[in-house]
């Protein structure tokens, strides 16, 4: 199973640039990265996923070096709503009963005005 | 819009007192997942479902069952709920197939209390 590993949390301010970095050392050939954001009482929402370089949505860009051993969540000019939880996961296919779909303890995200 | 739902979104029970969670979802996803998340932890998955074909993580207490009668519901049962089931019980869904993870389309949740 590839672990992953995030920092506990962060501070911004609103309107900086916020890069979340994720570890995940033992990624297997077939895992994807995903990150997911999520806010209190409420499910975890789908931002990115990427399998290497780099993939870029309305929302958030992510980075993937080479080899692959850790990732990059960055999100541009962030505001006060983007204060949530943000959770990095490595895996392939649907999760499967190797229950490879677990969830990092995530980065609690603080945006500050 | 289509989306998953989790009712109710708040659950009271009494200590030992059986209790089902329910998820409908209308995504027509045929993977649908029960994950438990207690304050300020991850989520923890529970088990899933890949169409019928039911699968229970290795440490997933036998106090938690799981039905699918169809692809748009799912439920939990908790044959006899402790003090440490108190959680927010996530449902969630994805496509299945290999490739890429399937994104995970999860409801809000049923926060679940036992007195």
């Known amino acids: 199973l590839a672990k992953t590993t995030q920092p506990i949390s962060m501070d911004s301010y609103e309107g900086q640039e916020v890069n979340i970095t994720c570890s995940h050392n033992?990624?297997?050939?077939?895992?994807?990265i995903t990150w997911y954001q999520q806010f209190p009482s409420q499910g975890p929402r789908f931002i990115i996923q990427?399998?290497?370089t780099k993939v870029t949505n309305e929302v958030a860009s992510l980075f993937i070096p080479a080899d692959r051993k850790s990732s990059t969540l960055s999100l541009p000019r962030v505001s006060l709503s983007d204060t949530a939880v943000y959770y990095c996961l490595v895996g392939d296919n649907y999760g499967g009963s190797q229950g490879n779909l677990i969830f990092g303890k995530g980065t609690k995200l603080s945006v500050k005005p | 819009d289509a989306m998953v739902i989790q009712n109710p979104r708040y659950q009271v029970t009494q200590f030992g007192k059986p209790v089902t969670l329910s998820c409908s979802q209308t995504l027509n996803h045929n993977v649908m997942y029960w994950y438990q998340q207690k304050s300020s932890q991850a989520p923890k998955l529970l088990f899933h479902?890949?169409?019928?074909?039911?699968?229970n993580e290795a440490d997933t207490p036998d106090n938690f069952q799981s039905r699918r009668p169809n692809t748009s519901f799912c439920f939990l049962d908790i044959r006899s709920p402790g003090l440490g089931d108190a959680a927010m019980y996530l449902c969630?869904?994805?496509?299945?197939?290999?490739?890429?993870?399937?994104?995970?389309?999860f409801g809000d949740g049923t926060r679940l209390s036992i007195l």
């Open positions: 969630a869904t994805s496509r299945g197939g290999t490739g890429p993870n399937q994104p995970q389309h």
């Open positions: 033992n990624i297997a050939t077939n895992d994807y």
């Open positions: 479902y890949y169409d019928k074909d039911f699968n």
């Open positions: 990427g399998y290497k």
